[in-house]
Nanobody
Framework: DVQLVESGGGSVLPGGSLKLSCTVS????????MGWFRQAPGKEREGVAS???????TYAESVKGRFTVSQDNGENTLSLQMNSLKPEDTAMYYC????????????????????WGQGTQVTVS
């Protein structure tokens, strides 16, 4: 199975920046779709940013222009640069991976499907 470990969360003032990193045990056909999700207390888990195979990154409307997702195959990492953070960005952030096939889009992934990290907390206040 693919193992994912997130890091880089923390507390920041509104308008600040954080960079999340996800170390992936291996990039294989089981992890050719990668993405970041978040879940705030009392809310459903939502997709934030994803790289679906060879497609251009996809972003949630709420983070477009502020967040940037990138993948470094040489370092086996998936990163999320978050700028201009807002209090509504406060959530537990999760890294996830899945196999891409057919019309699958990463934002539709939910547990127990795919591979998930343990999460890292981001607090903006």
């Amino acid at each position: 199975d693919v193992q994912l470990v997130e890091s880089g969360g923390g507390s920041v003032l509104p308008g600040g920046s954080l960079k999340l990193s996800c170390t992936v045990s291996e990039f294989t056909s089981s992890s050719d779709c990668m993405g970041w999700f978040r879940q705030a207390p009392g809310k459903e888990r939502e997709g934030v940013a994803s790289i679906d195979g060879g497609d251009a990154p996809t972003y949630a409307e709420s983070v477009k222009g502020r967040f940037t997702v990138s993948q470094d195959n040489g370092e086996n990492t998936l990163s999320l640069q978050m700028n201009s953070l807002k209090p509504e960005d406060t959530a537990m952030y999760y890294c996830a991976a899945s196999h891409c096939s057919g019309g699958f889009r990463m934002f539709s992934l939910r547990p127990p499907f795919g591979f998930w990290g343990q999460g890292t907390q981001v607090t903006v206040s």
